[in-house]
């Protein structure tokens, strides 16, 4: 799409661009020359406009730079600099040499116009003040152009020539000092310029003296310089390409773990001994308790089918987070859980409304917003195998708009209210509130209920004015004329959270995956009409100017979870909060907008126990992990242990393994706690290599582990258990006999899930109906040691592990020994 930014590169790229500008300005002033020169100048304080609008965060922190307190190798500047201030001398560069080029073109094709030269056909030449004028335009010209150099010298840390990142071999030995000493032959040009100006302004043939002295003086050295740096990168760094680069890969090395937050991993060695003994399993509970049995995938697909209850109602999405929920057990004592929960917003989207109700009535005054959310534990199966809800629905005995909680839930362990979502991921049309039409609430049995928003959010539409301005805004030219807006109307609008948050602090990148929280902050005061519902963001302070940071396939090289955004799903109230005080570009943006964060210790506690390790930060992490925890230049350039991301089959089709929640008590580590975690393969072979891990609780919140496997011995990866379990007769056998017209076998997640000194691999089994399809579990499968279980619950999997008997195949269950062929064996060897 076109842009500020795009406009800008293609300018400072494109010299075909600027040549043909050139020859259409020539062609212009010899045809009409007055309209030209104006429309000329239209064109330049346009285009000089936009771009300074474009990059008005570049120049908003050019003076608040925070500096990082490390410098680039090469010439030992600080960070910042490159970051705040090397973006504006660009951006000023490039200003400069396009107002001097343009307008020293315009005035030399203006004076050989002049009096009578184009009837004549015969040029007279240029008087003195016309040749002083020209003189120095070309001085101030010459003067940008050696501005510009100095800027090239100081972006050959951003170099794509070669093995390296950054300034290698060749940009360090002969493109830097060439960039500098153009430099200074152009401000030598245009010192001299400028002094002919003031002493020898009229001397004849000086203007053609001058050209030819600039050819040789200037063009043909920097064509030398180029073919220069090519036949050395060819004929000298190729050849011997590790010796050459190898300080500066080391260079590259350090500052993309640097910029990624990679040097802050703490690596450990995990050597699986597969001695887990019934004792452990039970003293793991935790772990057990929440292995996550139901994915976003199924969930969703058994929610549109059994909670969405109304046609206009869907589930965009759900998340996993983790809650401390209070239940009865069978003797009636309570207990508290923490549980890994499937969340799930019921929004209204109104792009599902049919017929003669899509009205523009119904649009922006009647569906305003969805009601209530599913709340499912990941490892609990209901009747049927369907997914067990501890909170659905919407209406119990006594009360139409409550939601229902699931018996064994202590009521008021969960904060519902009401539930009202206003502001969400569907919200995408603008509503009018609190006007003489009432808004659908929820659907009660055959009826609807309606209600009148009185929240914070909005803004009132109490004048003629305002209705007009908002109609033509909005291009919703019927707020203008309609009866049902009262004194106390409010308009919402850029009501979904990726609309609402860029057009607040458009300088961040956002998650692509809020995710919806319930939490009581304490300021209901006990009402049944309280909204408990919070969108919590996770925002980043990004970079594409970090020097040698190789970013990849990422638009970005520097990266910092810096801020957590919190959004009101009920009053659309949005709250910033400095999640990693020490990064220099969220403190640069502090001290430009000292109203807009608050520190995180601000954040309420009941939302700070939600706070996740953010998946698309984790997954950058991983991306760049692969390669650059080869921290030895030999071994990084011949990538001798490169990683790679594992394959899995979900649903018949392979796909990359993607980083996963668990509540586990890592090796070591006195309690079980709520961690991101993701695998690794070495390239070219599918067994395990390591595990990156994400902790998200307490004190440890933020922190990496790095679980290394022993090189020397073969830890089954993904792929393989797979291979293994599809290869079973028997258990291969009974899903064939599932996988019949009608219906489908879904082999869901397989997770690799550390216990002790130990590796679970965890597959469930879901069984769906090829049409209005309705998920039900039908099999988990455990892989352990040299054994594959398969039975109808997880809890009955690991019992059939531990048996010193294999229980006969009529319950349901099948445990085999893991039966590898010796062809197989070959294969899977590191």
Known sequence: PFSGVALWKLLQESTVTLGLLMVAIMVGVFVQFRWTVRLVAAVLVTLFGYLAANHWTRILTFNKATPFY????????????????????????????????????????????????????????????????????????MGAIALQHSINTLTLVYSHRGAVYGAGYTDVIVQLPWEIGLGCIALGLAAGLLYRSRTFPHQRGSLLTLVKLLFWVYLIPALLGFLLAQGIQRVNVQPNELERETPYLTRSIAATRAAFGLNRIEAKTFDPKNNLTPAQIAANGPTIDNIRLWDTRPLLKANRQLQEIRLYYTFNDADIDRYSIQRYDEAGNISTQVQQMLLAPRELDYDKVEGVTKTWVNEHLVYTHGYGFTMSPVNRVGDGGLPAYDVQDIGTETDAGRLQLAPDIVPDSIPLGRPRIYFGELTHTHVMTSTKVEEFDFPSGPDNVFTTYDGRGGIRLDSWWRRLLFAVYLRDWPILFTQNLTPETRILFRRTISDRLPQIAPFLRYDKDPYLVVADLGNSNGSDEANYLYWMIDAYTTSDRYPYSDPGPHPFNYIRNSVKVVVDAYHGDVTFYIADPTDPIIQTWNKVFPDLFKPLEQLPTPLRAHLRYPTDLFSTQSERLLTYHMEEPRVFYNREDQWTTPQEIYADNPQAVDPYHLIMQLPGEPRAEFILLHPYSPVARPNLIAWLAARADGDNYGKLLLYQFPKQRLIFGVSQIEALINQDPLISQQISLWDTQGSRVVQGNLLVI??????FYVEPIYLEAERNSLPTLARVIIAYDNTIVMAPTLDQAIQELFAADASEDASGVIRRPVETPGPLLDLLAP
Do not use: A, M
């Open 754 to 759: 550390p216990i002790e000194e130990s590796l």
């Open 70 to 141: 490390t410098q680039d190798p090469l010439f030992h500047l600080d960070i910042s600099f490159y970051i705040f201030r090397l973006p504006v001398l660009e951006l000023l560069s490039l200003w400069l040499t396009g107002l001097f080029s343009l307008t020293l073109l315009t005035c030399l094709l203006t004076y050989l116009c002049s009096g009578n030269s184009l009837s004549d056909g015969k040029f007279p030449g240029f008087s003195p003040p016309q040749l002083r004028h020209l003189y120095e335009l070309g001085g101030l010209l």
